[in-house]
Structure formats: C-alpha cells, structure tokens
C-alpha cells in the first residue's frame, strides 16, 4: 500500500513523525509532505492561487516540506512530487480534536478533503490532550483503526475523520456525527503592548455525537461529506417558494 501523509502542525511536528511509524506497520512505501510551519486553522484553503510562488524543499528520498497549506500540500504531493498515486492519504495527527465545528476550520481535514474530491480513500487523525499531549492512545489503537477502516471501505467521496480521547482506559469505539459546542466559549482578549490582541479560547465539549462520545472516553470515527447542501431545506424551498421569486 503506497501511502501519502500530511498534517496541518507542520513537517518537523512530533504527531507527523508519530503517524509514519504508524502507518510503517501496512505501507509498502510511505510519502510524507507537509507544511513547512504550522498551519492550524487552514481548513482548506489554498497559498497557490494568491502567492506568487510556493517552496518545496526536499528532506529524505520521499519526504517534503512545502511553504503552503495542507491543501496545497496534497494538491503539489499528487501533481508534481508523487510519481504514483497513492492508495491512502493520513493527516495528522493533530494535537487536539477535530469535533464539532472545528471541522469547518482543521487543516488536518482540509487536507483528506482534498483527497476524497480525487476519489483517494482519506483518514484524518486528531489526538485529544489536557495539560500536555500523551500519544498512548494514538499508539496504541491508530493502527488498530486505520486497518480496519482499510479492509471494510467507504465512499471515495467521503473522508474519515478519527478522533482519540486523552483518558487512560478508552471504553470503546463509535461510529458517530461530528457532534456541536458553544462556538464562543470561554473567549477572551489580551492587549498586548504594540496594540496587537492575544486570544484565548477554551471551549468546553458537551452534546452529542462525537463531541460529547470524545469527553465520555470514547475514540470516535465520523465520514464527513464534501456536498455541503442541506437538501431537506433545498427540496423544502423548491416545492414551497420557487415560483415566489420569479411568478
């Protein structure tokens, strides 16, 4: 199995390094590129359009560092740096969770997004910490997971997002909805002495889905689709409204 892995906290991250030893235990053949700094909160934009150029440095026979967003890595990785297409694509793994609406803002999932719009099956991984990152549980079940999820399949279409809660007896795991929070949370601002802000969110996970199955101690797994379309409310407005714009 060729493999191709990348994350969003950056190439020298100890998550990326964690997740080829990982993935050493199935791959034939292993591809790392990923960002040359961290790139938290990327989601999946991309530096290509708007830069005028993009770095790529070359660190080992197949691994990359590139002066974009996760997406763009990926994107260069399948275009240009690749001479093969890879069976898998990891992301990760990320320090802290990729629940609720942090979907909409990971990197780490910007990037298997971009995977799944090329057909290629795309798992992200995102290891939950207090007060410091324990990589046990990442250990531990991440090759158990990614196996598994290899041998029964999914949509190409659809990528996976995997989370692993930081307790230390795990009680399972769920296949569940990527769940919500309080977006605001505990928000707040420092001014800083140049005038500049510094922001500190702590947010607190309660609820259902995978957001509230992570606090309980649970590893969840949750496809996540790239049609955005809410098609009850799209089938809702086109039987009830259309004819009110345009009589």
């Not at 906290?9 to 791959?27: C, M, P, R, T, Y």
């Not at 410091?132 to 999820?149: D, M, Q, R, S």
Request: proline share 4%; hydrophobic share 40%; with cysteine.
């Amino acid at each position: 199995m060729i493999i191709l892995i990348t994350n969003d906290d950056g190439f020298e991250s100890e998550g990326i390094k964690l997740l080829k030893e990982v993935a050493q235990n199935f791959a034939s053949e292993i591809w790392v590129v990923a960002p040359d700094t961290d790139r938290s909160g990327a989601a999946r934009s991309l530096d290509y359009p708007i830069s005028q150029s993009i770095r790529v440095n070359q660190h080992g026979k197949k691994e990359f560092s590139v002066s974009g967003t996760p997406a763009d890595c990926v994107i260069i990785a399948l275009n240009k740096i690749m001479n093969k297409k890879p069976d898998l694509i990891l992301s990760g793994v990320n320090v802290g969770s990729n629940v609720g609406d942090d979907v909409c803002y990971s990197g780490t999932i910007g990037a298997v997004m971009e995977g799944a719009a090329r057909s290629i099956p795309s798992i992200a991984l995102s290891q939950v910490y207090h007060n410091g990152i324990n990589w046990h549980n990442t250990k531990v079940f991440a090759p158990k997971v990614i196996a598994k999820l290899v041998e029964i399949g999914w949509p190409k279409n659809i990528a996976m997002s995997v989370n692993l809660p930081a307790v230390e007896k795990v009680k399972g795991i769920e296949f569940v909805e990527q769940g919500e929070y309080n977006i605001d949370g505990d928000l707040t601002f420092t001014e800083n002495s140049d005038g500049s802000l510094s922001l500190n969110w702590s947010r607190e996970h309660s609820g259902s889905g995978s957001v509230g199955k992570i606090k309980e101690g649970f590893i969840t797994i949750t496809p996540i689709k790239l049609d955005f379309t809410d098609y009850d409310t799209l089938n809702a407005m086109k039987n009830s409204h259309a004819d009110k714009f345009f009589p």
